[in-house]
């Protein structure tokens, strides 16, 4: 249901979405092969990281943090390798560090424009259950995805959607692979076992959590998130602060990434939150790091939660001396969702 | 410790506060005995209700809504009683109907100002473990709490504070009683046992609660729930909305009460803070029913709880036509707590 | 539907079986009216307690502890009140010190012989939900349980079911009375309210238990407590200890109290079974403190829980010295449980 | 404390045992690489059948089902390797489809008689923190285990201890490894970071239990183990039926693996424990499936929790008509827990 398919095999790792990459390279790549991906984040950068690690020949398009998937350059990068030697495409769909989400349909676009046989490759970890996703539209082969983002659960869950395409990819694949290997829950799970044991709390979490989706409906999920995400983004801007992402296009529903005010250190902010108002908002991780701060609003989430991020933010940048008019940033936000809000269907 | 006692005998029993009303009666006085008490809101008026179908003669100082215990009147009515009839006085610490927070020390120098050796029965189930209470120090004889409020447990225990003097004068109390009879817990208790079966979830919860209260420090809960409070209450006031508390001495740390902008039904706006926005705030009970609506702000709580409360408020404060800023409530608060927040210790 | 009634009105308060008694009595009753009852047990014997400190003339049928209600006795008692003076009859179903349970048909039977026009107040508090129960077919006028025993849930709720009879005696009954007054839940439930703070989790755990019942069907559920306490009775006999229940009438399907093998406390095999083997079976209470030892079977149970519990108290029994074959009460328990087994119908 | 281990290392992952045999061979190893290990049940088995898709060459001491790791077998093994190319010895601490603990001090000084510098890697997945374990005293290299064996949590967490010799090894092996790399744990695990999304919930969890088995004290948690077991072993002589291990001193204490009766297949016997008596015990895994049923004793259990598995399992039997006579199992289990019983300390 999140992953959009209905062709699309399941397949469930306990373990987190770093094993589902892990898992999405391994049981489709064999060592050398070359895979072509993007770097604008920290997350993007972690698995350029793994597939080097795994031996893979890894064309990184750099891209300034704070750009998502640009379809042009892929595009060209694709048009370059006549000899269809990239094997996949990786693409982070919501960079986790600089708030940016790419158009993963625009990158399906840009290899059948390239008329490319690659693999797409789409870590979805804090996307998938709350941005829209279509895994069978966008002609993905493996989305990957865990328990503890959209689906509000602990920890401890990596679900991946697989094509058959990327199913057929297996045989050759020469990664040494098994504690991720695909094979061994493909062998099991029609018979409903698994290869070895199993997290029964978060597998009876994860149902309880697809129910509560599936009563709101995807549909209003989605809605939702760019609600919340329409709200932060309006306090941002009654801040005075700019986006870490460029452009619009590429705002991600899923959280926000703000720069901090001129001259103020932003993990000063976080601090000032978590110390002064047990608020904990997300640093800014490695070369954004004091430059932007983050502020999160996917999964079992709603106005009043948001306003509460958005009031601990606001003072904890009144505490660090900001510049800012209190209860702007809040303010803009509680007026744009009173005026677009909706009765909730169940009251 | 919550109810500033080093001298109360604790009773606790598997009940409601309704239950420690009537525990408090019972164990203390016999039909036909006279008790002088104050009405000024739907608990106080509970109360009355209670004695007189106790079977006592209840002489009631009617007071409006919005008031919390003249001392002055009390020290009329008491003057008045030449023969020292009245057995008990009770009052309402806390009116969870108003958002009016009687003085139990000013009640106390009342009945010393009339020399009147009544019993001194307290009613603090929505201000003992929140605002400062000290039995020992006012001269409480029985003072009455429960699980479900500054403790933040569910309901089911209802905790009493009682003096020597109200224990003494139980053997000449004349009302039928045996659920909430003091005798069978006196009698087992010292003994680490119950007179019937306990909750003992409930019990281990109490400990819980306490400890983290005595982490905290009562003093600083009670700063907390101040600070709360007078953000709660600046929230109002930026709103152009009048408390139903009528005199700032009587305003409550544990909750506000505030009258509906003019021709505006307040059902309305609790009912949309619920239906649109996922947020329970208090509907105006009895005679101030459509007229005021309730914020709550005791227990486990912070700013940017309360922020969460104050932004939900004002969005329905917005869906129902009312005439504010967006922001400027939550805004007030927001400046308030950033202007005098502090660094919690364990950070 | 665990009470067999669909003419009865169900009545709920947060607090415990004896609360319900109260409420049962108060309700129905007036300062100096003519109740009676049997004493055949602590539980019994605290009810006639509670009956005189209410104020009410008890006529206390006195039983051998072990011993049930005596329908002879009862119809002689109500034979020889010619002037129909007796208002109640008051009757433990399930007798939890003794491990005897009365028939309350049996009961009515004897009242109807006497064409004798009292309520029938039956505490049901061991016995609803686990032993067979027919409010409507049986005539009972007040049905109290808890939510402790059969529900297994935590303490803090007591569930009554009153007939329109004892409903009617409410206007009449001058008892005082106010927290476990009926009156205040009649005029506020049926518009899904009620007259004080409720225990929400303790009504959602009830909902989920009497689903669970449901789902197992009450025929199912009063046989395997009946299987469950037959075993027992088996392993008591292959110990070749006696029961106090004296008449297998009489025996409790949802405990079994035990003799102690002569010339050994009692409490010493209670105490062996907590203190070596981390179990925690019944003293005897009162007047069989030293003499009985007490084994629970209700609420969610089965064979094998129940086998952990004999074989537990096999053990204590061994650690004091008593002369029995190891294994041969569990023994026998599961040579029974074994022949009567029958397929889980899930399973 | 669990691993008996000073120098070690810990190391956590969020994952599976499987994951930690990975995370073993991968970081201390290389494709080519020799090793040498025994086969004597599934688990070793499927730790063999990883060993090879990782591309290791493995040498495998085939031994029958019921046996442990013969030392001699392995001496012999070692001393044919003149040229020192294994690399490492791995050895399952516990088989848990056979219910054999091998001697992990027995292969150390088998290594040690052959002067060989391997690595001593050791599945202790159902054995550490159950059993006796020492890291330190039997020069392990790397010791595996799991949260949802002997630690009582659910599955989720993998554990390690690592020897200096075992992290001096990670430099030059060429295993590609990027999840289960020790690298990223040990660059932040110092700083109290981790690598990736840990398991939150796990972490608290672990802590809470390692609390309870350091209140009890590891040579308690053994010797309670071993009372267990021992019950558990004369149970099944007294129901005359054999251990699938072959020698006592290979017999478990962590579980107990028992042949069928002769004609009766054991997949029978677990499935009416669990249609008729609500108990799950295991089936025969693999090779053994059909012929042996499991009875586990292990983590937060005690006599009469095992005594509650001996008597379903009892049931059981009888169901599928094996010739026992009814408690006899039970019973002897009994007589010796009794014989042997100590008060609990804090009781």
């Not at 799970?189 to 009876?204: C, F, K």
């Not at 009654?238 to 926000?256: E, F, N, Q, V």
């Amino acid at each position: 249901m999140i992953f959009g398919t209905k062709k699309g095999t399941p397949i469930i790792f306990p373990g987190t979405g770093t094993g589902g990459w892990e898992s999405a390279l391994t049981n489709t790549l064999s060592p050398g092969d070359k895979v072509l991906t993007f770097r604008y984040g920290q997350f993007s950068h972690l698995w350029v990281d793994m597939m080097q690690r795994m031996g893979l020949d890894v064309e990184v398009i750099e891209c300034e943090w704070g750009e998502g998937a640009d379809e042009e350059r892929l595009a060209a990068a694709l048009k370059k390798d006549t000899h269809k030697k990239i094997k996949a495409v990786c693409v982070v769909h919501n960079e986790t560090t600089t708030g940016v989400t790419s158009d993963i349909a625009g990158v399906r676009a840009a290899m059948e424009g390239a008329s490319h046989p690659a693999l797409l490759l789409v870590d979805g970890v804090s996307s998938i259950g709350a941005l829209d996703f279509q895994f069978d539209k966008w002609g993905v082969d493996v989305a990957v995805t865990g328990s503890q983002k959209a689906l509000s659960l602990p920890t401890g869950l990596t679900v991946l959607a697989v094509s058959d395409k990327a199913l057929a990819s297996r045989a050759a694949a020469g990664s040494k692979r098994c504690y991720y290997d695909w094979a061994d829950q493909l062998a099991t799970n029609p018979a409903g076992s698994v290869p070895y044991t199993p997290s029964i709390p978060l597998l009876y979490g994860m149902q309880a959590s697809l129910d509560l989706l599936k009563a709101e409906g995807m549909a209003n999920v989605v809605a939702r998130h760019a609600r919340l995400a329409e709200g932060t983004r309006r306090a941002a801007a009654a801040w005075g602060l700019d986006l870490l992402c460029k452009h619009p296009r590429w705002r991600s529903d899923s959280l926000t990434v703000i720069n901090a005010p001129a001259g103020i250190d932003s993990n000063l902010i976080v601090q000032e939150a978590y110390r002064r108002y047990n608020l904990s908002i997300g640093v800014g991780l490695s070369k954004v790091n004091g430059k932007v701060f983050r502020i999160g609003h996917l999964g079992n989430c709603d106005e009043v939660m948001q306003a509460s991020a958005l009031a601990g933010t606001e003072m904890a940048l009144l505490s660090v001396g900001a510049k800012i008019t209190p209860g702007a940033g809040v303010g803009a936000a509680i007026k744009y969702w009173a005026e677009t809000s909706k009765v909730i269907p169940t009251r």
